[in-house]
């Protein structure tokens, strides 16, 4: 844990000191997991400042230390969850976005072959944001989380309320429609070079 | 089939991995803690303005409660209250009226001849 219970305790008696201490210990850590959940950088901001707002009016409900990080963690992905419906209704993510340039790049990635500048960047995460329309939001965060972001099972559980197993069954149901977008994707750029 | 599905499975985990290094932790902006700030004490004061119209209405309320309350408990002092219908109706066609008990006078003057 980065902060401790007292200053949390500091917070709870709206010491504003002790509130920004641990937005400064956080901010980073917070920032980082909206960029790669929503991977809009002009609103990653926004919902990290949505995810400590939601933390300040909520913060005397927290009783214990060990449930700080997960319930943190648990704002964000609410946030992040929040934002992805909002921009879902905005503009829809279709599996036809998934152009055979992207699956080319995607190939790339995995030979390592190109070079990582801005350009390339933004195609993966536009190939990526594609693939991830197959799936729910709340699929694509879950799925986020424990693929990209690195979160074990026993993290997602405290997370999620949700036992280890129904979590499991999720994550393959996710990731298998995610891989199945992949795998149609791939088909139609072979069958379009091999025309 | 299947060596395709592993494939393409490796290739995923190999884009999920590209993307998490073409998404870089950004720096935060210098206007962020204000930003931050700024929002919490809109969304108090927000709060605040509605906690002070929910008192005003409930206070409102209770005032126009006890106000009711007193106006039902007041004792009327209409005298049809204090009696039954069946007395009210008597008292209306009481039977000591002269016009109906005394006798028909009939008058029978010579005028008809």
Known sequence: ?195 | MNSMRGHDDERLDALLRAYRDACPTPEPSANFMPNLWQRIESRQSFTFSFQRMANAFVTAAVALSIALGVYMSIPRSNPSYSQSYIEALADANTLDIPEYVSPVRLELSDSGR
């Open chain 1, 1 to 195: 844990m980065r902060v401790d219970f007292e200053l949390i305790k500091r917070a709870q008696k709206s010491d504003s000191a002790a509130f920004n201490e641990i937005v400064l210990a956080y901010r980073k850590r917070i920032l980082g997991t909206i960029t790669r959940l929503i991977a809009r950088p002009e609103d990653v901001e926004d919902v990290a400042q949505e995810v400590f707002l939601r933390l300040y009016f909520s913060l005397d409900q927290l009783r214990t230390a060990e449930v700080f990080e997960p319930w943190l963690h648990r704002l964000t992905v609410n946030a992040a969850y929040d934002y992805l419906r909002k921009q879902r209704r905005r503009q829809e993510f279709r599996m036809s976005d998934l152009s055979e340039q992207q699956v080319m790049l995607a190939d790339a990635a995995a030979g390592g072959k190109v070079e990582h500048d801005e350009q390339y960047r933004k195609k993966i995460r536009e190939s990526v944001q594609s693939l991830l329309g197959a799936v729910s939001e709340a699929d694509r965060i879950l799925l986020m989380l424990k693929e990209v972001e690195g979160l074990s099972l026993k993290e997602l559980e405290k997370i999620y309320k949700v036992n280890e197993n129904a979590l499991k069954v999720r994550l393959f149901r996710a990731r298998q429609r995610v891989l199945k977008a992949y795998g149609s994707a791939a088909t139609k750029e072979r069958t379009g070079q091999s025309r």
